[in-house]
């Protein structure tokens, strides 16, 4: 799949959710924007970190008009104890199966101490009312 750019179109998802049933982005066209934001894994300290940084700024992020979603590969159950340990006033979507990471081309080769695998690059996208990407802040440093 071509990398997503700015001005594109943003790929449908349909993701389960910690505040129960599923979340499709064609939900939210012409109500909200959107801020997406996928990090590795639950209670790592970037993850945590950025987290974080959403939560404390979630009253700008609602007075902008925007809905926070967090999306990672961990189940929603891993979800639900990273939201209440946290306080993380925002759903946690599970990609469990991979598929939107790459639809958003945010599931890459990454390394770490010499090892070469296959995981999220922390991507952050900003999509509008019309399901149009915005801004891409790639490889989010925390």
Same mark, same amino acid.
């Given at each position: ?11 449908? !998802? ?13 939900? !939210? ?39 926070? !979603? ?46 070469? !695998? ?25």
């Amino acid at each position: 799949m071509a990398e997503l750019k700015e001005g594109d179109k943003a790929p449908e !998802f349909s993701l389960s959710s910690t505040e129960g049933g599923v979340v499709r982005l064609s939900d !939210f066209k012409t109500k909200t924007k959107i801020v997406l934001y996928f990090y590795p894994k639950d209670d790592t300290p970037g993850c945590t970190k950025e987290a974080c940084y959403f939560r404390d700024l979630g009253k700008k992020f609602k007075a902008a008009g925007a809905e926070i !979603f967090g999306v990672s590969f961990d189940s929603l159950e891993s979800h639900k104890k990273f939201i209440q340990k946290y306080r993380l006033p925002f759903p946690l979507l599970s990609d469990k199966g991979k598929a939107v990471a790459q639809s958003y081309g945010v599931y890459k080769e990454k390394s770490f101490m010499g090892r070469s !695998f296959m995981g999220i690059e922390r991507t952050t996208f900003v999509i509008d009312e019309d399901l149009k990407i915005r801004r891409i802040f790639p490889k989010v440093k925390v």
